[in-house]
């Protein structure tokens, strides 16, 4: 047997004798209504994948950060109404990034530009700037983090840290600030990026309180800090900004309705529920073992890795990211070509690829697919009362953009120009 049939045989294996103990789900779910597409009016033409939210009347707010507005559409997939444009006063966008929605239809843009969240009433009006930290342009760099939920009750919301390697990239960005003369001080972080804490945005500032520090392997090399020669080196770069290993345990999380946060930072089917005092309240489990991580999958990683870059180098719309021959981006290229073939292995690969919390309160959770690198396998439901549901197939399924109430989920679709459709679908009651 060629090393890559033993590879996907031994995943195949393992993932096989938990797929009989599967209770198989129909992923027909009925579609409510799509916006968008070649032939849409001109407030629902976006041009690319835009942040999403619901609120709890089904209403869908779409941040169009190209047109720099909100747009809200209403449950039978009808215009409610715009808001916001771009510019520099109160209710205009500089760069907008991400929205969040509260249930009771008030909702939160990420203004980079401005350095602030701008906080909107249920009605749409504009009801106050909250600055991302003090110390002006320097402060939106507290407002870089990896992943970002509203929370359910409103005024807040619950936020991951900021990439690690912002930490080594700090001395740049105060070199920087000094030679533009603004403040080099920057905002010290809440948490790192495997921790989580409360946003509280009903003050003039944002100020932040810690909910949780998830496991974190240990590590005996810690990065160093960079400055601005480093810049022209682009693998001392890439190599900070990328570092992590192979199957090294993700930290993946969302909130539920009550709250509570779900979490996974291991290799094993452990998915934690901690309420609002931190302590772990439940466990979601099934029993499925991590795969450990033999010689074979090390070189059949590196393989598939360099097949990556292959094929990116092959599509006509990637083709130039990965030219070694282009001055712009040749070097980037090269070293993250080097990283991957170099990069260290941890010594499990980890059973969960993805979770989401629905709007009811399940826990949605992607399971490995039958080869080691493969993020899509089949998903697993957990219903608001802990207990298994069942598992969609992952042929049959992709995770929803986001979750909305009366079993309302998002998708998006690309036509083959890519112009994107928002396609609103309704889940069955026991999977909500």
């Known amino acids: 047997m060629k090393k890559t049939g033993l590879v996907v045989a031994v995943v195949a294996g393992v993932a096989g004798q938990l797929a009989a103990q599967d209770r198989p789900l129909s992923a027909d779910f009925e579609e409510v209504y799509r916006v968008g ?146 403040s080099a001080e920057l905002p010290e972080p809440g948490v790192d990026d495997r921790g989580l804490e409360r946003l509280d945005l009903t003050g003039d500032v944002v100020s932040t309180t810690p909910m949780l520090q998830a496991w974190r392997v240990a590590r005996e090399d810690a990065q160093e800090q960079l400055d601005i020669e480093d810049l022209q080196d682009m693998s001392s770069l890439v190599g900070t900004m990328d570092d992590i290993r192979y199957y090294e345990p993700p930290f993946l999380w969302d909130v539920l309705q009550d709250g509570s946060i779900a979490y996974y930072d291991s290799t094993a089917y452990a998915i934690k529920i901690i309420g609002p005092d931190g302590a772990v309240v439940d466990v979601l489990r099934r029993p499925f073992s991590p795969v450990p991580v033999t010689d074979v999958i090390r070189q059949e990683t590196i393989d598939w890795a360099m097949r990556q870059f292959e094929e990116a180098g092959e599509n006509r719309e990637t083709a130039a990211l990965f030219d070694p021959d282009n001055p712009l981006v040749g070097g980037m290229s090269e070293a993250l070509r080097k990283q991957a073939a170099e990069r260290d292995f941890y010594l499990e690969v980890p059973v969960v690829t993805a979770l989401r919390a629905t709007w009811d309160g399940a826990v949605w959770i992607k399971r490995i697919g039958e080869q080691p690198w493969d993020d899509k396998g089949p998903v697993d439901v957990f219903g608001a009362n802990r207990e298994y549901v069942g598992t969609f197939a992952a042929e049959d399924i992709e995770m929803p953009v986001d979750f909305g109430p009366d079993g309302l989920v998002v998708y998006w679709e690309f036509d083959e120009l890519d112009v994107p459709t928002i396609v609103v679908k309704r889940l069955p009651e026991e999977v909500r």
């Open 37 to 182: 597409g070649v032939n849409a009016p001109e407030w629902a033409f976006f041009e690319g994948f835009a942040p999403t939210g619901f609120d709890g009347a089904g209403n869908l707010y779409v941040l169009d950060t190209q047109a720099g507005q909100v747009v809200m559409i209403d449950p039978d997939g009808g215009l409610v109404r715009t808001v916001g444009r771009k510019g520099e006063g109160p209710g205009e966008f500089n760069r907008p990034g991400r929205i969040w929605v509260w249930r009771d239809g008030s909702f939160v843009v990420q203004d980079l530009g401005h350095g602030a969240y701008q906080i909107f009433g249920a009605t749409g009006e504009l009801e106050r700037f909250v600055r991302m930290g003090e110390g002006g342009p320097m402060a939106m760099i507290s407002g870089m983090r990896i992943m970002v939920r509203p929370d359910p009750a409103g005024g807040a919301l619950i936020a991951q840290g900021m990439p690690s390697f912002m930490g080594a990239m700090s001395g740049i960005f105060e070199q920087i600030a000094k030679l533009t003369g603004e």
